[in-house]
T-cell receptor
Framework: EDKVVQSPLSLVVHEGDTVTLNCSYE??????LLWYKQEKKAPTFLFML????IEKKSGRLSSILDKKELFSILNITATQTGDSAVYLC???????????FGKGTRLHILP | ETGVTQTPRHLVMGMTNKKSLKCEQH?????MYWYKQSAKKPLELMFV???????ENNSVPSRFSPECPNSSHLFLHLHTLQPEDSALYLC????????????FGEGSRLTVL
């Protein structure tokens, strides 16, 4: 069965800390892995990863994919209170035309 | 503003009511989705429409009835719901079903009394 597992489920750190969020997956015919940030309502797109070992960066956020070990990490450096959100990992399952989401990691940044 | 608009943002209904959720996308996408988000659960796919045809019905109870009159609009008709149907209902659209990059609306928070 296709699945996406995120860890940790929740994380509380202080402003300025660096955090690493994990996403492992088991999906037939893997094409891509996506990270979303969900603050209040609509998840917003962060990264799409398709190739192993190539880091994607956007400001203080970066992400990398390991297709051999079937996981991805999302790093956030010098965290700010505005980074508090739920971070979702998703993988399209081409066979069933579904996009499978993990449960998310709820990140809370303390001032 | 993601280009995907959902209304209403909040809805409270009784178990015998009939209501509808509306989603409109202004991005020219060709596929639209309904997802259900309950507390402490992953996003659950409910329906997928591609080029206005339903391509996925993920074992959703018949009390939820989708409608896609054109590529820009998607409805979710609700009738005789149960309290456990209370959740955030998210609409999303994409032009890239295989890659999976979805653009989400703000969601409709549904409470069934």
């Amino acid at each position: 069965e296709d699945k996406v597992v995120q860890s940790p489920l929740s994380l509380v750190v202080h402003e300025g800390d660096t955090v690493t969020l994990n996403c492992s997956y088991e999906v037939t015919n893997f094409r891509s892995l996506l990270w979303y940030k969900q603050e209040k309502k609509a998840p917003t797109f962060l990264f799409m990863l398709t190739s192993s070992g190539i880091e994607k960066k956007s400001g203080r956020l970066s992400s990398i994919l390991d297709k051999k070990e079937l996981f991805s990490i999302l790093n956030i450096t010098a965290t700010q209170t505005g980074d508090s959100a739920v971070y979702l990992c998703a993988v399209p399952a081409i066979r069933d035309d579904k996009i499978i989401f993990g449960k998310g990691t709820r990140l809370h940044i303390l001032p | 503003e993601t280009g995907v608009t959902q209304t209403p943002r909040h809805l409270v209904m009784g178990m015998t009511n009939k209501k509808s959720l509306k989603c409109e996308q202004h991005l020219g996408h060709n596929a639209m989705y309904w997802y259900k988000q309950s507390a402490k659960k992953p996003l659950e796919l409910m329906f997928v429409y591609s080029l206005e045809e339903r391509v996925e019905n993920n074992s959703v109870p018949s009390r939820f009835s989708p409608e896609c009159p054109n590529s820009s609009h998607l409805f979710l008709h609700l009738h005789t719901l149960q309290p456990e149907d209370s959740a955030l209902y998210l609409c999303a659209s994409t032009n890239s079903r295989e890659a999976g990059e979805l653009f989400f609306g703000e969601g409709s928070r549904l409470t069934v009394l």
